[in-house]
């Protein structure tokens, strides 16, 4: 999926450095792959309960500068966001 994302940002005329691709990492383990993430996108199925786990998991463990994101397309980000600490930016 990230290829994929890097991929669209170039066919929408956006510069994408070579490497970034080679920066993006996945993982089962999501401990090991955020805690020095600028950017986070979320890619679960679309279940409102598993994906406030995810982002209520992901703001525990990501830096505060992180911007997590979602690619739901059944869910508004504030109904994600309330699982964060920051959920009232979103209000």
């Known amino acids: 999926m990230g290829h994929g994302i890097a991929v669209e940002f170039a066919l929408a005329g ?3 450095p070579e490497v970034a691709p080679a920066r993006i990492r996945g993982s089962t383990e ?9 950017v986070v996108i979320e890619a679960i199925v679309e279940d409102l309960n598993l994906k406030r786990q995810v982002f209520q998991a992901l703001d525990q463990l990501c830096p505060s500068r992180t911007i997590l ?20 930016a979103t209000d």
Do not use: E, G, M
């Open 14 to 16: 956006y510069t994408v």
């Open 69 to 88: 994101a979602s690619n739901s397309s059944s869910f508004n980000p504030s109904q994600l966001a309330i699982a964060t600490r920051c959920h009232a």
């Open 30 to 38: 999501l401990k090991t792959v955020v805690t020095d993430a600028d």
